[in-house]
């Protein structure tokens, strides 16, 4: 017999535990103890109970959705280079000239935990306000020890403090610092031989990342990356194929990474190997728009192959100052080419996975995490329909009302 702390009744339920449709269970129920679902399915099949019963009042009830891929943590902002890009320039470019993640580094090497904690916490907040219940935090922005440090400690503090679940990634290897400038190789035997040593040691960071393209590292640097990381027992991610193919995924596939995001210029021998590996495929559509990028990832291609794509907001200062992963939901289907079911799996189920949460977050099912959110729609697909909007009604996070 099931036992309950609290019993959620008065909606429709869109569990995503199929990869064929949304798994509805019409007028249902959830059963939560101790954070936990431990009992679904129609409220007429409830089990007899003395828990506390609470009405959501109607619409339909989702997992939370999974933003696995931000970062939210930075000092300052980029809206300068957002008009210089509109008046022509490249991302390339601007890179070149000083600006992009480097300046972004400059400001949050300047900045103190406490100004990057308060201007991220805005930003989580607003995530949080559109459905999401779960999100990755990367670092990338400090490029030495002391700043990687201080970036994954004020993540960690806003997985703290606020009503979310919160993975933190080291993202050392995002770019070349202004220090190392022409030494692409010494800066990853730092990245390699103290900050993810240090980083591991402390338990700031849930996996590493790199990013690896040719404004950034070849594949063999982020390969001297990956090991060093599962060296520490770090599971891996990788940014790769936005700009050009490296071959990045293929790398990434090798390793078993838990994901591969961008993937624009993914070819068919990589995208094979991202199946057979079980990488996720990482969508992020808002980069895509931002930069006014034409060359789309081969998402025919990867759903031919059975590679799980997940969506997720890029949040960050340069390419995707995005704070709606619903917008990406529906930019992935009116760019790319989703299905709304797809969109939907892409920002729970699949989303979840690419986090390595896919046994514990991003589907309604018993002894998944409580975490759901009821909206106020008439159908699943309205999630990737409606354009902003205030479609939550109520967002519960390990089985709490939040």
């Not at 071959?247 to 068919?268: F, I, N, Q, T, V």
Request: aromatic share 6%.
């Amino acid at each position: 017999m099931p036992s309950f702390d609290t019993i959620y009744v008065g909606f429709h339920a869109a569990t995503m535990v199929s990869t064929k449709d949304y798994g509805p269970i019409e007028n249902a129920a959830i059963g939560v103890k101790h954070g936990q679902i431990t009992w679904l399915g129609p409220v007429s099949e409830l089990p007899n109970h003395t828990a506390t019963i609470i009405d959501l009042g109607g619409g339909w009830v989702t997992p939370g959705l999974v933003d696995c891929h931000t970062h939210l943590v930075f000092g300052g902002d980029r809206s300068a280079e957002y008009e210089m890009r509109l008046q022509g320039a490249s991302y390339q470019a601007i890179a070149k000239a000083g600006g992009g993640i480097v300046s972004t580094v400059t400001d949050t090497r300047n900045a103190s935990a406490e100004a990057l904690f308060t201007a991220a916490e805005k930003r989580l907040c607003a995530l949080m306000a559109d459905g999401v219940t779960c999100v990755e935090v990367k670092s990338g922005y400090g490029l030495d020890l002391v700043t990687e440090e201080k970036m994954l400690r004020v993540a960690r503090s806003l997985g703290e403090k606020l009503s979310v679940t919160l993975q933190t990634t080291c993202l050392a290897a995002h770019a070349i610092p202004p220090e190392y400038q022409g030494q692409a190789d010494a800066y990853i035997d730092l990245v390699c031989e103290e900050i993810i040593p240090a980083i591991a040691k402390a338990g700031l960071a849930d996996a590493v990342d790199g990013f690896c393209e040719g404004i950034a590292f070849s594949v063999a640097q982020i390969e001297r990356v990956f090991d060093t990381a599962l060296a520490f027992d770090l599971p891996i991610k990788l940014h790769a194929e936005q700009l050009s193919n490296l071959g990045g995924s293929g790398l990434a596939a090798r390793y078993k990474a838990l994901s591969s995001d961008h993937l624009e210029y993914l070819s068919d021998a990589d995208a094979k190997a991202m199946a057979i590996a079980g990488t996720v495929a990482v969508i992020l559509p808002g980069a895509f728009f931002c930069l006014k990028e034409t060359k789309q990832p081969p998402i025919q291609r990867l759903r031919e192959l059975g590679v799980p794509m997940a969506i997720a907001s890029d949040c960050n200062p340069g390419s995707a100052p995005v704070l709606s992963l619903r917008l990406m939901m529906n930019m992935a289907c009116t760019l790319f080419g989703f299905t709304p079911l797809e969109a939907l799996q892409g920002a729970t189920r699949h989303g979840a996975q690419a986090l390595g949460l896919g046994h514990s977050h991003g589907q309604l099912k018993v002894g998944y995490a409580a975490d759901f959110v009821c909206w106020e729609i008439q159908k699943p697909a309205e999630l990737s329909y409606w354009l902003g909007g205030q479609l939550v009604k109520h967002r519960v996070v390990a089985g709490q009302i939040t």
